[in-house]
């Protein structure tokens, strides 16, 4: 395809807006994590890592570099799916693909395009980098690390190297597992050094994996810049995070002016859990209002959506989810369509660097639950100003 999806200003201004506003929420609830056991008992997984999670975070915010997957919902009300704070796809590949589809179409309805830095900008992704390790050290980053595991993960790393080298950091990819410290500095099995270190890893590898012990200790050492933190990864890159914000149980730990924001934009999210009888009786009761969805998987993987689900179906997946833990269930919110194709849905997600709006990016897909990597489409987004 090759038509954009328009966002009318006003629309664009609530949603850059809201994205905005609600970063330091999901801030809030990383603390909360650290300071309470009762927020930190919807996350048992982490409790291995526990020990890293609570070393003190080097950099303030900690989720520098994210991704809000969202959609306007009939209200034109901007709500929010997931926050994507492990390794968000299209960092790279949003200036890229607005710069090749500039090439293909008429563009004269671009130049009254309000701003959108990652389109402007080729190499504010890195730039975003480079902030961070001066905030944490006062100085421009020398080398840096782009880490993956076991040959996954490697989506966009060529770009990232690119557009590091472009700004005079030695860059390369290494697998996490040959991450280390020695004589503090943190280092690659090879000897090679990194100022910078750039996680492009799955959370759920971070609590399964049992060979990172030594990546985790690095990570946390304060002696190189890790974007994202250890605990922006697991904690606000879980979907549990979003139970957390739109939960009666906590509520009081947000102003009323905040519960007003959350209450318009995170969609009623809840932990499963196999002992709560009447949540399980409610969602089996209510299928077609529901979605469920893995806490801590990437790319839509596992979602059953109840509006799209047979009735045997769905209780097997609710109250298998329940059984095996780390599902949450969401409000059902329906994707609008691509204008003039109303066999695709479309999402329209946010990316914020170092906490401020830094651009969009729409996927859409014939599937009601949209992922790139396996049929899906990316379009580029224009906001009217």
């Known amino acids: ?59 303030d915010p900690i989720n520098r570099i994210c991704r ?23 960092v790279t590949f949003v200036p890229r693909m607005h710069r090749h589809w500039s090439t293909q179409i008429d563009t004269a309805d671009v130049s009254s395009a309000a701003r959108q830095r990652l389109v402007e900008d080729r190499l504010l992704f890195a730039r975003a980098l480079q902030t961070c390790h001066r905030e944490q050290f006062g100085t421009n980053a020398r080398s840096a690390f782009i880490v993956t595991l076991r040959g996954r993960f490697d989506i966009e790393v060529a ?68 974007v994202n933190p250890l605990l922006s990864q697991c904690i606000i ?26 209450e318009a934009h995170i969609p009623w999210t809840r932990v499963l859990d196999r002992h709560d009888t009447a949540l399980l009786d409610h969602l089996d009761a ?6 469920l969805k893995p806490a801590n998987r990437l790319g839509g993987d596992g979602v059953v959506i109840g509006a799209r689900t047979a009735r045997s179906a769905w209780r097997a997946a609710l109250f298998n989810s329940a059984k ?43 599937d009601a639950v949209i992922n790139v990597t396996s049929g899906g489409y990316c379009l580029p987004v224009i906001e009217h100003a």
């Open 237 to 262: 890159g879980d979907k549990r995070c979003l139970a957390v914000l739109s939960a009666p149980a906590f509520a009081t730990d947000f102003d009323p002016a905040e519960r007003a924001l959350l």
């Open 286 to 291: 209510n299928q077609g209002r529901f979605v």
């Open 68 to 90: 809000i997957d969202g959609t306007n919902s009939e209200s034109a009300r901007y709500r929010v799916l997931e926050m994507n704070a492990v390794c968000p796809g299209g």
């Open 159 to 226: 770009e990232m190297i690119e557009d590091l080298t472009a700004l005079g950091v030695e860059t390369t990819t290494v697998d996490a597992r040959a991450i280390r410290l020695r004589e503090g500095l943190v280092v690659d099995d090879r000897g090679r050094r990194a100022d910078l270190v750039y996680s492009n890893l799955d959370q759920l590898d971070l609590i399964t994996d049992p060979d990172l012990e030594h990546y985790l200790d690095a990570a946390v050492s304060g002696q190189a810049c890790f």
């Open 324 to 366: 095996v833990g780390g599902y949450v269930a969401q409000e059902y919110c329906p994707l609008p369509t691509v204008p003039g194709h109303p066999d695709l849905a479309v999402g329209l997600d946010t990316f914020l660097f170092n906490g401020q709006f830094a651009g969009y990016f729409a996927r859409c897909s014939t």
């Open 1 to 59: 395809m090759t038509q954009p999806l328009i966002v009318e200003s006003t629309e664009g201004a609530g949603i850059r807006d809201a994205a905005q506003r609600l970063h330091p929420l999901f801030e809030r609830v990383a603390q909360l994590y650290l300071q309470r056991s009762d927020v930190r008992d919807l996350f048992p997984e982490y409790q291995k890592l526990l020990g890293w999670l609570r070393a003190a975070p080097h950099l």
